[in-house]
């Protein structure tokens, strides 16, 4: 077999070891040992490495334009060992063409979340002003970026939505259903309007990010247990994202809902430049690193950054160490060592292990990381 790219010896997140080959951006081969392939190049991991599908964070805000929440989406992206960022809704109607434009010289794979609003986010309330909301622009923004908006996106908090309630959220599900169903991704935060007023709006498969926030207005009532509503929109299939970000993850109430069993389908940073210089968030594998401190094991949080996102967002594609897939890869080292660990309301925790991301491939492209 001629391929592109040889990774040899090295491990799946379960331990087992795994071979992949890589040829023409897609993957042609996996297996605990692969013979007779000839390729232009090879990356032997020595047994000490672990191969996954590559990373997919489902909640970024990487559009370079605005200067509320923006980002480099590579900085976001395979800097950092991840190999597709969904943009959540910064951009709206207005400047989503834009957007893709700029993505088109990204290292990273690059998707996007239409803002209900057709401005986006430059500034916290596009949402305060209903007639932002035109579905008309939305439909034919859809039309004429298919395959680059993978979902709609609806900030659901007071500061956002101002004095309009859940009506933003109603005008969405609307939108939504004009556009064959397409993924819908809810914020959370400060209330009104009140949680359980969003989440009973909510349907089977619309997301819900934030959802381990420490807030008042959050999964947790004042005795420190879960809210009986927030059960009953889980187990109707409401999908439950972390979208870590500057104020939306909090170590208790995600240890509680973990104890419960009030897991999250995929993990997401809600990084930009500041929470990504400054912290708490820094990067995809530090927000892992908080997840596994918490009790999750190493292959239930790589699923929750490769097949649940692809799945939710129907990546096609993405998301498997699969021949046919996409070459879409990351390798990444499981590291002995002390690292304090802080959430979004400040409080912090150590580990005595972490994750280190050694190389992103993109598409068959390798890209080595710095490691410091």
Same mark, same amino acid.
């Given at each position: 077999m001629q391929?592109?790219?040889?990774?040899?010896?090295?491990?799946?997140?379960?331990?087992?070891?795994?071979?992949?080959?890589?040829?023409?951006?897609?993957?042609?081969?996996?297996?605990?040992?692969?013979?007779? %392939?000839?390729?232009?190049?090879? =990356?032997? !991991?020595? +047994?000490?490495?672990?191969?996954? *599908?590559?990373?997919? @964070?489902?909640?970024?805000?990487?559009?370079?334009?605005?200067?509320?929440?923006?980002?480099?989406?590579?900085?976001?992206?395979?800097?950092?060992?991840?190999?597709?960022?969904?943009?959540?809704?910064?951009?709206?109607?207005?400047?989503?063409?834009?957007?893709?434009?700029?993505?088109?010289?990204?290292?990273?794979?690059?998707?996007?979340?239409?803002?209900?609003?057709?401005?986006?986010?430059?500034?916290?309330?596009?949402?305060?002003?209903?007639?932002?909301?035109?579905?008309?622009?939305?439909?034919?923004?859809?039309?004429?970026?298919?395959?680059?908006?993978?979902?709609?996106?609806?900030?659901?908090?007071?500061?956002? %939505?101002?004095?309009?309630?859940? =009506?933003? !959220?109603? +005008?969405?599900?609307?939108?939504? *259903?004009?556009?064959? @169903?397409?993924?819908?991704?809810?914020?959370?935060?400060?209330?009104?309007?009140?949680?359980?007023?969003?989440?009973?709006?909510?349907?089977?498969?619309d997301i819900l990010t934030h959802a381990y926030n420490g807030k008042t207005n959050g999964i947790l009532d004042a005795d420190g247990n879960v809210k009986t509503f927030v059960f009953a929109a889980y187990r109707r299939g409401v999908i439950f994202d972390v979208g870590h970000g500057t104020d939306s993850w909090d170590f208790k109430t995600a240890a509680t809902a973990f104890t419960v069993g009030l897991d999250p389908t995929s993990i997401s940073t809600d990084i930009y430049s500041r929470n990504r210089m400054n912290g708490p968030v820094y990067d995809m594998a530090t927000t892992l690193d908080k997840m596994r401190l918490i009790g999750y094991s190493l292959p239930t949080v790589i699923d929750m950054i490769t097949t649940a996102p692809a799945a939710n967002f129907h990546l096609a594609g993405k998301g498997q160490l699969a021949p046919g897939f996409d070459a879409d890869i990351t390798i990444f080292q499981d590291k002995n060592g002390a690292k304090t660990l802080t959430d979004s309301d400040g409080n912090q925790r150590t580990t005595n292990h972490y994750l280190q991301p050694e190389y992103a491939i993109v598409g068959g492209e390798v890209y080595a990381l710095d490691k410091h």
């Open positions: 391929a592109q790219l040889l990774i040899k010896n090295g491990l799946k997140v379960t331990g087992e070891p795994i071979e992949v080959a890589v040829g023409n951006g897609q993957i042609l081969a996996v297996d605990t040992e692969l013979h007779g %392939v000839e390729a232009a190049q090879t =990356i032997d !991991l020595h +047994r000490n490495s672990y191969v996954s *599908a590559g990373w997919i @964070d489902d909640h970024t805000h990487c559009y370079e334009k605005l200067t509320l929440y923006y980002d480099d989406p590579d900085e976001d992206g395979y800097k950092t060992g991840v190999t597709t960022v969904i943009d959540a809704g910064s951009t709206g109607a207005d400047n989503i063409r834009d957007f893709y434009q700029i993505t088109r010289a990204k290292k990273t794979n690059v998707f996007a979340m239409l803002n209900i609003a057709k401005t986006g986010i430059p500034a916290q309330n596009e949402l305060g002003d209903l007639t932002k909301i035109q579905p008309a622009l939305m439909q034919a923004a859809v039309a004429d970026l298919p395959g680059f908006i993978v979902g709609l996106k609806a900030r659901i908090s007071h500061s956002v %939505v101002k004095e309009n309630g859940v =009506i933003p !959220l109603q +005008r969405a599900k609307e939108i939504q *259903a004009t556009l064959e @169903d397409m993924p819908l991704m809810v914020h959370v935060g400060a209330n009104p309007p009140e949680l359980s007023d969003i989440l009973a709006l909510m349907s089977q498969d």
